[in-house]
């Protein structure tokens, strides 16, 4: 619990956009391997002016993002590590045939970048929002997915990335965002994080929704429900040990997600407790496509807030096995 900042949710970050861009400049900076490709998005994403000082090793590839897959591929087979960006639905969706063949099914190093995943897309609309892109990603058995929440996180498990062999997908919005974890934090790939301890039941939350969890956590706490908070935020490989711990400790289980209903944490942890731990359990995600409107707006608009958490909580807890 000491990994929660002791005043959260104040945000003193720039955007992720930044973060990520600056990140990758100091791997450019101190290795000779790493290079940055983008699909007419380094505007987008802050790394445009990384391009014009170091054109050799970022490559623009243009709106060709199927393209831009097959040539990360060949750069990982000749011993470099590509961090590869584009809007997530573009990441996903759309080059997903040459993200199975040419780098997952040929087991190669690539670092798969999908930013403003669900209602992070805010403007750019139903087009651009992708809410399916972590249920695809978890259908390659050996992809890791991760859904960021915060700029300490970004930082962290872009360096843990760059340094495991494998293919990566990282999802996380450009905007500033709430910051969860304090600057001394060590969060590892894979291994789930408690923010908050509880007996009553556990909210597992990620990406965007674990700052909503903590809020619905101390709105249960004011009805004096003691909530668990997990930010699982390695979506694959699942943290099973946390989820199953979880479960047998508070009885009752509540997932978070910027993502469809089908095929995101909530299914992977439903998964998980079928197999091990049968348990009551709710799911809050998107049930629907993608609209435009501000951040704060779409994440009320599609029953992703706190307060939309902490009624899927008071829908459980009655059908906890005493």
Not at 136 to 161: G, K, W
Not at 201 to 228: K, P, Y
Not at 234 to 243: A, N
Not at 264 to 276: D, F, T
């Amino acid at each position: 619990m000491s990994q929660l900042l002791k005043t959260p949710l104040q945000s003193p970050d720039p955007g992720l956009r930044a973060v990520y861009a600056a990140k990758l400049e100091e791997f450019i900076r101190t290795t000779d391997n790493v290079v940055g490709l983008d699909a007419d998005l380094m505007r987008s994403i802050d790394t445009y002016p990384l391009w014009k000082q170091r054109p050799d090793r970022m490559v623009e590839c243009g709106i060709a993002e199927q393209n831009m897959v097959g040539v990360a591929a060949g750069l990982s087979s000749e011993g470099f590590v590509p961090f590869v960006h584009s809007f997530a639905a573009f990441s996903s969706r759309r080059a997903f045939d040459q993200l199975m063949m040419s780098c997952a099914f040929a087991q190669l190093n690539v670092k798969l970048i999908g930013s403003d995943p669900g209602v992070a897309t805010q403007v750019n609309g139903g087009s651009h929002t992708a809410n399916e892109d972590i249920a695809l990603m978890r259908s390659l058995p050996n992809v890791t997915v991760l859904d960021i929440c915060d700029a300490v996180q970004l930082r962290q498990f872009m360096e843990q990335a760059a340094a495991a062999y494998g293919v990566f997908y990282l999802r996380f919005p450009r905007c500033a965002v709430p910051r969860i974890y304090a600057d001394d934090a060590v969060l590892t790939i894979g291994k789930a994080e408690t923010l908050l301890d509880g007996g009553d039941l556990t909210i597992i939350a990620s990406g965007l929704e674990v700052h909503e969890a903590v809020l619905a956590a101390d709105l249960l706490a004011q009805e004096g429900i003691s909530a668990r908070v997990v930010d699982m935020h390695t979506i694959q490989p699942l943290d099973e040990d946390c989820v199953i711990r979880a479960a047998r400790e508070t009885g009752a289980i509540v997932t978070a997600e910027n993502h469809s209903l089908h095929g995101g944490l909530g299914s992977a942890v439903a998964e998980c407790l079928a197999e091990h731990c049968p348990t009551p359990m709710e799911r809050v995600a998107n049930r629907s496509f993608g609209d435009v409107g501000s951040l704060s707006y779409l994440i009320k608009h599609f029953d992703l807030d706190a307060a939309s958490i902490a009624a899927a909580a008071k829908r459980v807890l009655p059908r906890k096995k005493c």
